[in-house]
T-cell receptor
Framework: GAVVSQHPSWVICKSGTSVKIECRSL??????MFWYRQFPKQSLMLMAT?????????EQGVEKDKFLINHASLTLSTLTVTSAHPEDSSFYIC?????????????FGPGTRLTVL | GESVGLHLPTLSVQEGDNSIINCAYS??????FIWYKQESGKGPQFIID?????DKRQGQRVTVLLNKTVKHLSLQIAATQPGDSAVYFC????????????FGGGTRLMVKP
């Protein structure tokens, strides 16, 4: 299957700093990538939909100025958590979508664990 | 709003037994459903999917059943193995909602040796 990578896989930062997470589709082009957040023992919550060459669409309750998304190419989307605070500590997962005639295939990255001290 | 949910947060089975993980969904217009497996500290991994015009789909050791009448989805794992231990999520897709996936709450499957 298609491979999606994320970098870094784990990051610890001080409160107030900004953290950038990269999501790459390694062997396919993805016009759409999704960013999810997952708190411990909870399900994935969609944060935003990232379309190549256009502004991201954010879900209700997600601050676009705090979670900056850039989808500069068909293989790369970045999520920047600006002025991170301890409550932003979470597992951030991206996915890349390939739409076929029969189904909506999303391939997930391995996730990035963010810990804000 | 409409959502996808799961009945059982934790399921414990003996190695070799069959496992059944259930999921209830509320959006009757959803047209595509997927089961994902997530191991600790990793991203979700696709297991099997089914379209709304089907009742059953089989894969290797896994079967997904869809009952549209009661809006219920299940994942059956045959001869459960220790490597099957993970959290399982169902997700629904509604094409008219931009093909986004909505995830259920997850069920943790624990396989006892």
């Amino acid at each position: 299957g298609a491979v999606v990578s994320q970098h870094p896989s784990w990051v610890i930062c001080k409160s107030g700093t900004s953290v950038k997470i990269e999501c790459r589709s390694l062997d396919f082009q993805a016009t759409t990538m999704f960013w999810y957040r997952q708190f411990p023992k909870q399900s994935l919550m969609l944060m935003a939909t990232s379309n190549e060459g256009s502004k991201a669409t954010y879900e209700q309750g997600v601050e676009k100025d705090k979670f900056l998304i850039n989808h500069a190419s068909l293989t790369l989307s970045t999520l920047t958590v600006t002025s991170a605070h301890p409550e932003d500590s979470s597992f951030y997962i991206c996915s890349a979508r390939v739409l076929t005639l029969n189904r909506n295939e999303q391939f997930f990255g391995p996730g990035t664990r963010l810990t804000v001290l | 709003g409409e959502s996808v949910g799961l009945h059982l947060p934790t399921l414990s089975v003996q190695e070799g037994d069959n496992s059944i993980i259930n999921c209830a969904y509320s959006n009757s217009a959803s047209d595509y459903f997927i089961w994902y497996k997530q191991e600790s500290g990793k991203g979700p991994q696709f297991i099997i999917d089914i379209r709304s015009n089907m009742d059953k789909r089989q894969g290797q050791r896994v079967t997904v059943l869809l009952n549209k009448t009661v809006k219920h989805l299940s994942l059956q794992i045959a001869a459960t193995q220790p490597g099957d231990s993970a959290v399982y999520f169902c997700a629904e897709n509604f094409e008219n909602a931009g093909n986004m996936l909505t995830f259920g709450g997850g069920t943790r499957l624990m396989v006892k040796p």
